[in-house]
């Protein structure tokens, strides 16, 4: 079936540094996918961050950047300049074309020292 | 205004007790699912809807049940519930065409004593 793997349960970054959060994802289907980064904020439900729905093509929002690279099956979430504001759980998703399921990775938490 | 809502927010329940957690859209969206989330992993299908008065099982539907009585509500039933359902549960919802994105409701955190 299909999957999202995040190999990383917990990014700490201090502000202003760099940062990339790691996605695979795995799937049967013939068609690419739709790739998607969700964000949780603390007491919030989860929210759109990006999403990118061609392969080779790159999503972008708030700072935040994702590359569909569908040789390396990866999805890599990077942002140049971390924020304390940004620090909140990210999860990886992948839904493909012809239905609504969405698989979830296990999300990876990003704490971001002042 | 938020699209997707639930009720409660918060609940504590005692083991065998039943609890009902409530979702609501104004999204106009035909599908809407359950999820829930354990600490340190992702969300996991419970069970989901794709017209009013039907419910399809997900990847975990054991212990719940679903009610969809119109396209703006939908309902997750613990009949029984037990210690292992203590969870963050999350509503969402998504239009019928195909690969879309889906809206989530902030959550209800469900402790079972």
């Known amino acids: 079936g299909d999957s999202v793997t995040q190999t990383e349960g917990q990014v700490t970054v201090s502000e202003s540094k760099s940062l990339i959060i790691n996605c695979t994802y795995s799937?049967?289907?013939?068609?690419?996918?739709?790739l998607f980064w969700y964000v949780r904020y603390p007491g919030e439900g989860l929210q759109l961050l990006l999403k990118?729905?061609?392969?080779?093509q790159k999503g972008s929002s708030r700072g935040f950047e994702a590359t569909y690279n569908k040789e390396t099956t990866s999805f890599h979430l990077q942002k140049a300049s971390v924020q304390e504001s940004d620090s909140a759980v990210y999860y990886c998703a992948l839904v493909r074309n012809n239905n609504n399921r969405i698989f979830f990775g296990d999300g990876t938490q990003l704490v971001v020292k002042p | 205004e938020a699209a997707v809502t639930q009720s409660p927010r918060s609940k504590v329940a005692v083991t065998g007790g039943k609890v009902t957690l409530s979702c609501h859209q104004t999204n106009n969206h035909d599908y809407m699912y359950w999820y829930r989330q354990d600490t340190g992993h992702g969300l996991r299908l419970i069970h989901y809807s794709y017209v009013a008065d039907s419910t399809e099982k997900g990847d975990i539907p054991d212990g719940y049940k679903a009610s969809r009585p119109s396209q703006e509500n939908f309902s997750l039933i613990l009949e029984l519930a037990s210690l292992s359902q203590t969870a963050v549960y999350f509503c969402a919802s998504s239009d019928r065409t195909g690969g879309r994105e889906q809206y989530f409701g902030p959550g209800t955190r469900l402790t079972v004593l």
């Open positions: 990118v729905i061609t392969a080779g």
């Open positions: 799937t049967t289907s013939i068609a690419y996918p739709n």
